[in-house]
């Protein structure tokens, strides 16, 4: 399987076909289910699928077997590799959705899986939000300002989530075989935004409106940061604390609890609130 | 201890979080805030550990290919801790399905095995789930039950196949690699001091009867159902009116009817038998149960 991929988001990286790729990195840290570590390199061995190697922020190669499902390939490559990329830049890739309004505002919802983040997302889309990233939004700081990088031109919605918005499945494209997850297309933005707000999802189904102040937000972005497993063994949690700071420092960032048991209007209301 | 996970498993509503509660008293060396008890990851802490391990996350995946790659992330996980610690499970003790155990046998300690009479849990699972006993006693009747799933949604927590009651009990009472220590509800219950030292000795813990008798009274279903009416409990679905209801054996006398009760036992009645528990509701005493 010789086909072109691509990294959303990271249009300067390549992906590279390469037979040649190691059983295992000299001196790696076995980090999680077939992944291991070494400084600014990330090898990931699924079975069944291949070899997918993420080096030094912009060089990935993949060795992939005969049988491997290109759904798993495409998932791999959009998450927990274009994630190490992101962390090897000295970036945070951070779980969750950004949107920004009309007037240029951005925002990203993050939180946990199921913490209601892209549903909340549509439905500010449905108010005129743009998306600018669903799932891994990358967050680079320039001068003193936070700035969320364009990537995805859908949100991806479970099928009952659909079916509330009122959304046709069929003229959908499922995000998986088996899976009744979809890719919503909506109106995108493909430039830059400055963040003006980070809302955390939490993990409880406790209601809760709190402003997260100084350390907290340092912390919450290196939480919220897809595997944060993988920062340290790849040498890169100087550069990440260096830039969580900065981009704690510079917007604001706010716990939102409970999302699954609101209506999600309620929610898209609060977030506008926290916006004005 | 070289295994640092120890397993308490059992079907829904047979003891599971009290059972939790006293041994993270006895751990703390005193009472625990009912919504300070952690996850022991089950349920949506269990989906963090996966997506936090696994190189791709819960929600892109199958219950299948979830399922194939539990075991190793629970082994991950295992090697990465140095101290014992706890995980609930409502599974039964199963394999995936390429034939591996779901939870490592190398890396479980021991297994504590919680039982309770049918005709109690299906009126509690009942109650639990906002639902009528009927439909308990028919979810308790399917074989490879699997809760939690819909095909629409990942649901925060990841999907527990529990199977029937009959086939969840008889999956820990035999065939299982693990050391299993089973305990009955019922004797949590009336010989409370007696069953909770077994359980302690079970999980390799070393504590003096003065700890274990201050983890019992700091649990003691009175006080968690005042707790749990003052603050609320985190784990209690939306569905239930309170997590913590009576908690007594022979709680469903005056809410199962006949052809409720010879209905669980016709369904289950050779494994009660093997509990000890019988078709009008009583049990035999700890001491002539035998558990075979």
């Known amino acids: 399987m010789t086909a072109a991929w691509h990294i959303s988001g990271l249009n300067d990286v ?30 990931v061995t699924v079975p069944g699928v291949g070899k997918f190697q993420a080096r030094n922020g912009d060089d990935v190669a993949i060795q992939l077997e005969e049988s491997a499902n290109p759904e798993k390939v495409r998932l791999l490559l959009s998450g927990i590799i274009r994630a190490a990329l992101i962390h090897q830049r000295g970036n945070i890739p951070l779980t969750g959705s950004a949107l920004v309004s009309k007037g240029g505002r951005a925002i990203v919802l993050s939180g946990f899986s199921s913490s209601g983040k892209s549903t909340a997302a549509y439905e500010l889309t449905r108010r005129g939000w743009m998306l600018l990233a669903d ?28 079916e509330r918005f009122g959304i046709e499945k069929g003229s959908l494209t499922r995000h998986r075989t088996g899976l009744e997850k979809y890719e919503v297309p909506v109106s995108a933005s493909h430039n830059p935004a400055t963040i003006s707000l980070i809302v955390d999802f939490g993990r409880d189904m406790v209601s809760s409106s709190v402003p997260l102040r100084g350390g907290e937000r340092a912390d ?57 | 201890m070289s295994a640092p996970i120890v397993l308490l498993a059992s079907y829904p509503k047979s003891g599971n979080t009290w059972t939790r509660l006293v041994l993270q008293a006895l751990m703390k060396g005193g009472p625990v805030a009912l919504n300070e008890l952690n996850g022991d990851f089950h349920g949506f802490p269990r989906r963090v550990l996966f997506d936090d391990i696994a190189p791709i996350n819960a929600a892109d995946l199958t219950p299948d290919e979830i399922d194939e790659w539990l075991p190793d992330v629970f082994a991950q996980f295992a090697n990465e801790i140095d101290a014992p610690i706890f995980m609930k499970t409502h599974d039964a003790a199963r394999r995936t399905p390429s034939g591996k155990w779901f939870m490592p046998p190398d890396n479980v300690h021991g297994v504590i095995h919680l039982v309770r009479h049918p005709f109690d849990v299906a009126v509690s699972y009942a109650k639990h789930m906002g639902k009528d006993v009927d439909w308990a006693i028919d979810v308790m009747g399917r074989e490879n039950e699997m809760v939690t799933l819909g095909r629409d949604r990942l649901p925060p927590p990841l999907h527990e196949v529990i199977g029937s009651w009959s086939q969840n009990v008889c999956s820990w009472l035999s065939g299982s690699p693990y050391q299993v220590t089973t305990v009955r509800y019922e004797d949590m219950h009336e010989s409370t001091f007696p069953t909770f030292q077994k359980i302690v000795a079970a999980v390799g813990f070393v504590a003096s009867d003065a700890r274990i008798a201050m983890a019992i009274d700091a649990t003691r279903f009175d006080k968690l159902r005042e707790e749990e009416r003052a603050v609320g409990f985190r784990e209690r679905p939306r569905a239930s009116e309170a997590f913590f209801r009576s908690g007594k054996p022979r709680s469903w006398e005056g809410l199962l009817s006949d052809t409720q009760r010879a209905g669980i036992f016709e ?26």
């Open chain 1, 14 to 43: 390549v992906v590279r076909h390469d037979s040649g790729l190691p059983a295992h990195l000299p001196g790696a840290e076995r980090i999680g289910l077939g992944t291991e570590a070494a400084p600014r390199t990330l090898l």
């Open chain 1, 135 to 162: 799932g891994i939004v990358q967050i680079n700081c320039v001068g003193n300002k936070a700035v969320a990088m364009p990537s995805e031109e859908c949100i991806l919605l479970w099928g009952d989530a659909c």
């Open chain 1, 220 to 276: 919450t972005l290196s939480r919220l940061s897809f595997r944060p497993r993988l920062i340290e063994p790849m040498r890169c949690l100087e550069i990440h604390r260096q830039m969580a700071a900065r981009v704690a420092l510079s917007t604001r960032m706010h716990l939102l609890g409970g999302a699954r048991s609101k209506l999600v209007g309620d929610i898209a209301d609060q977030i506008e609130e926290l916006v004005q």
């Open chain 2, 267 to 292: 369904s289950h009645g050779k494994v009660m038998e093997r509990l000890g528990y019988k078709a009008d509701g009583s049990y035999l005493p700890l001491s002539e149960a035998t558990f075979s």
